[in-house]
């Protein structure tokens, strides 16, 4: 895979990419199929920034972060109680202990224990050499300086973090690629790191195209509608953390159309336009697109959403100069999220650096049928919620599924993925539900 901000050797054109892609056909293309031939083209950022720790939430991980150290650090109490050895515990009778000290979280001159003693110890207290296993104090009768220990209650080893259980020195804590969580946060500065080395964000241009478009503030002369989808774009990019550069609504002029191309090509590293591309299209979107860089124009056997641009466009196509990669979404508002979910969002994340699983999917019952045909992936927005009977999910479907009813989606926590070879769904077969609201 080529890099966008060093490339040493020429990236592979559309052609041989499609030569990789076995039934490839542009005309009637698969989703899969789609995906493949996307995951092959796009080049991934390679400069790298250090961050403070707080600031990488989100980021994406550059650089393997191996532990330095054990963590934890010696072995320790996970409970609050007397620690002791194992081997002095009566197997059916009370085990009777004397304290001979005890250990607090932090404290290095550690308590000792002879045979037939233990040492009172907090959570996170090293344990004392030879001692092996802590009784919760809750199960244990105190009397002065004694401590007795009902039989069962604990066996060897209970209780105690092994040095190194969470991290062994030399392990790899993280692996570039990883987008980083709370979770990631945490190991890091259990580490004590603090700064992480990160891709560089990825910047992405968006804009519309259309003469019947007009932006929010305008009036709306008949005939036009409100550019919507430049909204619902700059939601799905804003969480996935990318730069964004908002080029607005572009009228269907040559020189206008051109001269934002440009301007795109010239910033981003991937450009992502909506409406223009349909067959048969009377504006001059996809003659520009295939003017300035090298752009296929696919059927996708998808539904909705099924033209679709791709490839790759430059500020300067006969320079050597940078080029982006140009996703030209259809218009229809329920389309763009759709091929958004389906073909971009991941290519995106691919682009950052992200190391990408397939997105999670989950199996829910159709409360009624559904027509399918196969031949083609459908989306369907579907509103999932737990099943009656609490054990797994269910889905129904939102209203009419028109493309360009934007409502369908609004009201819809999922889309339902009806798959490439499947037909008709019956009421009560489980279907793959995408949950993307709960991606980010
Ligand atoms: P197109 O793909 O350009 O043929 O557009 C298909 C449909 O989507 C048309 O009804 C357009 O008016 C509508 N459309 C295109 N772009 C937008 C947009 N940015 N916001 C809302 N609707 C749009
Ligand atoms: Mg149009």
Known sequence: MADIDNRPELPPSLQQIAS?????DPNALPVAQAQEFIARLVPKVRAVEMLALRSALGRVLARDVVSGFDVPAHDNSAMDGYALRGSELAADADTVLQVAGSGFAGQVDLATAAAGQCVRIM?????????????????????GDRVTIPA??????????????????????????????????????????????VFRRLRVAFFSTGDELRSIGEPLPPGCVYDSNRYTLWGMLARLGVDLIDLGVVRDEPAALEATFRAAARDADAVITSGG??????????????????????????????????????????????????????GNPVAVMVTFYALVRDALLAMSGAATAPMPLLRAASVAPMRK?????????????????????????????GSGILRSMSEANGLVVLHHAQGNVAAGELVDVLPFDALT
């Open 277 to 330: 591309v349909s067959v048969g299209e009377a504006d001059h979107t996809k003659m520009v697109m295939a003017k300035l860089g090298d752009v296929l124009f696919w059927r996708i056997a998808m539904r909705p959403g099924r033209p679709m641009a791709i490839g790759r466009i430059s500020s300067d196509k006969n320079a050597d100069g940078h080029s982006a990669i140009l996703f030209g979404l259809p």
């Open 373 to 401: 045909k196969p031949g083609r992936t459908e989306y369907q927005r579907g509103i999932v919620t737990r099943a009656p009977d609490g054990a797994g999910w269910e889905v129904r479907i939102t209203g009419a599924q």
């Open 123 to 143: 959570t996170g207290a090293v344990m004392p050499a030879g001692l092996d296993t802590v009784v919760p104090q809750e199960f244990v009768k105190v009397d």
């Open 20 to 24: 990789c892609v076995s039934g490839y």
């Open 152 to 197: 069962g209650v604990v066996r060897t080893g209970d209780n105690r973090r092994l040095k190194g259980e969470d991290l062994a020195r030399g392990e790899a804590a993280l692996v570039a690629g990883r987008v980083l969580r709370p979770a990631d946060l945490g190991m890091l500065a259990s580490l004590g790191q603090a700064e992480v080395p």
